[in-house]
């Protein structure tokens, strides 16, 4: 599974599940707080400026001179300033006059004008009002401020404590595709690193145990060659007829069934290819055009005059005769003739066969590569081969450093896409 689909996939990745539990909590706690602030504090801050109002009033009502008006100011921290019959005052400079207010000057939150007892009128500022509501703005965006920084250093902990995860999915989709050299890095001593460890592990047994088969199935081809040669000698001596025949016919059947294994091994790391650069479109061509005259046919299928690409082509060849020879094998009495297309991309070339035969059981797909399997569990001598070919077709593919896979098609056969790098 690419980064692609991980993406693709989003509705289901713990991480966004994580991240939405979080940001629901964030906004819940956003919510509560906003909550708290308007409907606790709010009405307290209020309730506290009527007090105030209704305080200067009561004070403006006592007609205090300049010395009460000191003392008064200076015991409850305020700020007073007289104007009428009897001057003009103030307990400390920094109030509007009246002329200022009527101007539109000098207007605060905490100044109340109040009317005198002998026509005169007062000023009252309560400074601490204004310092109320500005800790008051300031504690919300404090919090709000507060609140964003928890999340992003949540969201970014979250991040980094699931990256392991994110190694694993995609050692996951690396080991699914074929890779046996994948390790994952296991940086943390959690269970997230433990489970990294054991994929790791895994992984190690997976790829000595296709070793250890590999070896195994290279070391009995070369063990069979001595005595095969043996029966071929001995086989000369044997008379003529139909006994001789059919042991040559075997002998035969288990030198090819060698043969394909020992170019199995070849091909594992890109031993045996002779690579030089041609066009492809007359070498799938010819191939194509040699099972005209099979039932059910074969046509070639391109809108590309010439597709240069670094190949072998012998190989590549055998790889579309193999797929055609199938393709034939299994054909149905109804089939339409088998398509073989090909086109080049930007970064790729790719060739598609595509029959229209009873299609592959989709419990064989995962296996259809793998050596010795056999849709036909029978191993029949009627259905033919060993289980090899496609095998060497992978190994073809994959030496050239492309990729072959087979899928189903709707409402019958198969497709198989090949898939070659192109050559600068």
């Known amino acids: 599974m690419s980064e692609r689909t991980l993406r693709g996939a989003w509705h289901r990745s713990i991480f966004v599940k994580l991240l939405a539990i979080m940001l629901a909590t964030a906004v819940s706690l956003v919510f509560f707080v906003a909550g708290f602030f308007a409907f606790f504090l709010g009405p307290n801050m209020s309730m506290s400026s009527g007090l105030f109002v209704e305080y200067a009033r009561t004070l403006a009502d006592s007609g205090p001179d300049l010395r009460t008006a000191t003392r008064i100011a200076e015991r409850l921290d305020l700020q007073i300033r007289y104007e009428g019959p009897e001057g003009s005052w103030e307990t400390a400079p920094g109030l509007p006059s009246l002329r200022e207010l009527a101007a539109g000057h000098g207007r605060r939150r905490d100044l109340i004008v109040a009317p005198g007892p002998r ?33 992003l250093a949540a969201y970014l902990t979250l991040r980094h404590s699931l990256r392991p995860l994110r190694a694993l999915h995609d050692g996951v989709a690396r080991l699914s595709e074929g890779e046996l050299d994948v390790v994952v890095p296991s940086r943390t001593r959690d269970e997230f690193g433990a489970l990294a460890a054991a994929f790791n592990q895994m992984v190690r047994r997976i790829s000595e145990m296709i070793r250890a088969r590999d070896q195994l199935l290279l070391d009995v081809s070369h063990e069979l060659r001595s005595p095969l040669t043996r029966m071929k000698v001995a086989l000369e001596l044997l008379p003529a007829g139909d006994k001789r025949q059919r042991i040559a016919a075997d002998v035969a059947e288990m030198e090819a069934m060698i043969t394909e294994l020992l170019e199995l091994e070849r091909l594992r790391e890109g031993r045996g290819l002779r690579r030089e650069r041609r066009d492809l479109v007359p070498l799938l061509r010819e191939v194509t055009e040699s099972f005209q005259d099979r039932s059910p046919g074969a046509r070639f299928v391109t809108t590309a005059a010439e597709i240069q690409a670094e190949v072998d082509g012998d190989k590549i060849r055998a790889v579309l005769r193999n797929l055609l020879e199938n393709a034939v094998k299994y054909s149905l009495s109804d089939n339409l003739p088998i398509v073989v297309a090909v086109q080049e991309d930007e970064g ?42 496609l095998s060497i077709c992978k190994r073809i593919v994959e030496a050239h450093g492309g990729s072959i896979v087979a899928a189903n098609d709707i409402p019958r056969g198969a497709t198989f896409t090949l898939t070659l790098p192109k050559s600068p």
Request: aromatic residues 10%.
């Open 348 to 389: 790729e070339i790719t060739i598609r066969v595509t029959d229209d035969g009873p299609g592959i059981p989709e419990a064989d797909l995962a296996n259809l590569f793998e050596p010795f399997y056999r849709v036909d569990r029978s191993r029949s001598k009627k259905s033919g081969g060993y289980g090899l070919g």
């Open 119 to 151: 026509g005169g009128t007062y000023l009252i500022a309560w400074p601490s009002v204004q310092r109320l509501h500005t800790a008051h703005n300031r504690l919300l965006w404090l919090l709000h401020v507060m609140m964003a920084g928890i999340i």
